[in-house]
């Protein structure tokens, strides 16, 4: 079987010399980050701007399909042009103040999640130009068929003529195959799609969210015109969410801790096996991070939770943005100081069905040998 070497990313910060560099080491950059894109988000507001980056001739648009992206082939996303996602993306999208978009707020009418990504300054060729900063602007557009009829005949229409010219969407659980920088193009549209599908209703009073700040916020707004054809006042009944500075919400990010734990005489890492693993799959041991809790603490706190093994030191290697849905992994070596400590017991936590210390070099040569990813089955 193929392991899987997914491209990694090479930014040029990772060979610039430095104290910090000489002390720690060079830095650890992994799949799905260190974008290409300048986010820009002090100008994700600013519709002039988005107005003017919409239409410009280098503008390129990620497009998904129920979170899937549009491909020219496995390897290579496809980058759309405007003409191609008028039907979906009105050319007055950003003519209006944002102020006024919520002010003008009709939960009959529905618009598919576009998402200003950034501005690739590697392009500057026949670039778009604003104030200092020129470049291609990416955005992502979720052209699936929901929301309005309208919407969905429109989103089915851009769909066709794209599949017809020979376009596929991706399906992968998930997507490895994309060069290091499209990769983490691909990532950023695909979390942030994700979270806007998720939360088109207020968590607080259940009315409409809508899309602000160029599709990275949602807001509950305060009036609805769609009232207004029943009857009633446009003005919606009163949610928190509008009383205090916390009126918007913000797109999720689920930090995750995955360790390497070390034996005291540093010549064995433990490794654990869940009950839904294939045969003969182990890994390095996973959780989520709880609220009030340090990146140390949670690491000691599942490893001692799933394998009975106490920590002493925990360092942090290098952190990957993980789109599924929205984590960010923390990836960290741990030791334990006491052999009496790595006595494995499951029965805290019943999650993994198995766990054991393997040498070292029996490590290196699986990892030589080729790993496989989660959900395939063992080399
Ligand atoms: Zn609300």
């Not at 759309?80 to 919520?102: G, H, R, T």
């Not at 009829?149 to 998930?174: C, D, M, Y």
């Not at 207004?228 to 930090?255: H, M, Q, W, Y």
Request: charged share 25%.
């Amino acid at each position: 079987m193929m392991s899987t070497h997914p491209q990694l990313p090479t930014p040029a910060h990772t060979q610039a010399e430095s104290m910090l560099s000489r002390q720690f080491g060079k830095e650890t950059v992994n799949y799905f980050s260190s974008s290409p894109l300048n986010r820009l988000s002090f100008l994700r507001g600013d519709h002039p701007f988005l107005s003017a980056a919409l239409k410009h001739p280098s503008t390129r648009f990620v497009i998904l399909k129920e979170l899937a992206p549009l491909t020219k082939s496995p390897a290579e996303l496809y980058h759309a042009k405007y003409e191609e996602v008028q039907k979906l993306v009105p050319a007055n999208i950003y003519d209006k103040s944002e102020e006024d978009v919520i002010k003008e707020h009709d939960s009959r009418k529905t618009s598919p999640h576009l998402i200003f990504l950034g501005l690739d300054e590697s392009r500057k060729q026949d670039g778009f130009a604003w104030k200092i900063y020129t470049g291609t602007p990416y955005f992502a557009l979720d052209a699936t068929a929901r929301g309005s009829e309208e919407q969905q005949s429109n989103a089915k229409e851009i769909l066709g003529a794209l599949e017809s010219k020979g376009l596929s969407f991706l399906q992968a659980r998930v997507a490895m195959s994309f060069s290091a920088d499209e990769a983490a193009i691909y990532a950023q549209a695909r979390a942030l799609t994700d979270w806007n599908t998720r939360n088109t209703f207020c968590g607080t009073c259940g009315n409409r969210t809508i899309s602000v700040n160029s599709g990275t916020k949602r807001a509950c707004p305060p009036t609805d015109l769609a009232r207004v054809a029943d009857g009633k006042s446009a003005e919606k009944p009163a949610c928190n969410t509008r009383t205090t500075i916390s009126n918007l919400s913000f797109p999720r990010t689920d930090p995750t801790i995955i360790v390497a734990v070390v034996s005291t005489d540093g010549k064995r890492i433990l490794l654990g096996r869940s009950k839904r693993f294939p045969p003969n799959w182990y890994s390095t041991l996973a959780g989520f991070i709880e609220p009030a809790e340090s990146v140390e603490d949670a690491v000691r706190r599942e490893v001692w939770e799933e394998a009975g093994v106490t920590l002493s030191r925990v360092v942090i290697h290098s952190s990957q943005p993980w789109p599924y849905p929205a984590n960010l992994m923390i990836g960290a070596i741990a030791q334990v100081s006491d052999p009496a400590h790595e006595t494995i017991n499951l029965e805290h936590d019943p999650e993994l069905e198995d766990a054991k210390w393997f040498e070292v070099s029996e490590v290196e040569e699986a990892l030589r040998v080729g790993t496989s990813p989660l959900g395939e089955n063992a080399v």
